[in-house]
């Protein structure tokens, strides 16, 4: 059960970091003009969508245990990589 307290505790923080940085993007759109404009809220909100799923996956781990634990963690890890790769991409772009 530790082990399971450590990782929601890890990767609830990382998807609070992740949502500050989120926020500094959509402030650095605001900035933009045009067309990148337009495609950056397009992105930005494909990111938050991504990031809402993995924030619901994160709150059934909280509630699962065991075989259905280990299930919801890998869903959850892909999850979180989604949303790690989105940002990365975003920010390459909106520098």
Excluded: C, P
């Excluded at 337009?38 to 799923?53: I, T």
């Excluded at 890998?74 to 999850?79: E, F, P, V």
């Amino acid at each position: 059960m530790e082990v399971q307290n450590a990782y929601r505790k890890k990767m609830g923080a990382q998807l609070k970091e992740w949502t500050a940085e989120i926020n500094l993007l959509e402030a650095r759109l605001d900035k933009l003009g045009g067309n990148m404009r337009v495609k950056g809220a397009g992105e930005l909100h494909e990111l938050r969508a991504r990031q809402r799923a993995a924030v619901k996956k994160m709150k059934e781990l909280g509630k699962s245990s065991g075989e259905a634990w280990e299930q919801a963690k890998k869903t959850a890890d892909k999850m979180l990589d989604d949303v790690k790769a989105g940002l990365a991409d975003a920010q390459s772009r909106f520098k």
